[in-house]
């Protein structure tokens, strides 16, 4: 069973990073802990993990800590409200630090960790979250046979979404809201003239894989059939699959209609598009872009999976430039 939207082990845009001049250099790593995909800001890989005590017979995506052995992206993991619940978030934290390293050519280094909670979760679970990702000073594992051996020096945590649009806040002029609709939540903050409204702000658990869900529901219905969820996740992907007319409007019509549950519940929460802007982001984005009825030109998606995390780093190095930390 597949439990994201985006299930590629990297975006597929291919990105050459040079290595950095030094090993004592400060490195700001973003990673987005999504429920359906984990994302730094070069890579995209499924948020599941199945741990073995002996070593398992197929190797691939095999991260080896504390003696222990994990397959990354192997399985599906439920939806959790509180990360810190178990091991798995710190271990898909391993593995997001070492296939990005693996882009920036570094096996070791001082890594300063820059993640970021869902809207209306981020006051109450920070520190919890924050003390989570520091429960060790160092950590050395190995991933793909390859050994990683990091500091871990700080780590900030953030609003999802919000660190998308954040270098560009400037530019929201008027009302706007801001929606992202992740695997597992959808969450949404009003913001007037370039100043986020703390007190409008929601979360609620309708995201991508529920509109899986409710698809796969819709297919068996109809034909009595399933059809396999990575066909369905191509379908609300891309708008589109190599699969017969008859099954693929289906897939259509009951993707559109759970587009239609988005925007409802946006009006319900004030949304009106005669006097505002939307700005949608996540990797439910592509809901809004290939089944939402909406005017263009009041309405802009972002499709970048790994925006927020960008926007992660971003606002991190912001703050450590004015603390006088990095230049």
Known sequence: MSNSITNSTEVKQEVEIPAKKSENELIVLGIDHGYGNMKTAHCCFPAAVTSYEQEPVFKDNLLVYNGKYYRIGDGHREFTPEKIMNEDYYILTLAAMAQEMMKRKLTSGKVHIAAGLPLTWVTEQKERFRAYLLQNDSVTFTFNGTEYSFE???????????????????????TNLLVDIGNGTLSAMYINNGKPQDDKKFTEKFGTYQCVMAVREAINAKFGITVEDSTIEEVIRTGSADIADRYLQ???????KYTEGIFRRLR???????????????????????????DESRVTVNTD????????EWMTKQRLKRAGVIQ
């Open 152 to 174: 871990i020096v700080g780590a900030d945590i953030y609003p999802q979404g919000f660190s998308a649009i954040a270098p560009k806040l400037k530019s929201f002029k008027g």
């Open 250 to 256: 289906v897939i259509r019509d009951a993707a559109s």
């Open 268 to 294: 319900e929460h004030e949304y009106n598009p005669e006097l505002m802007k939307l700005y949608v982001v996540g990797g439910g984005s592509c809901m809004v872009k290939h089944f939402g009825n909406v």
């Open 305 to 312: 999976v790994c925006a927020t995390v960008k926007g992660y």
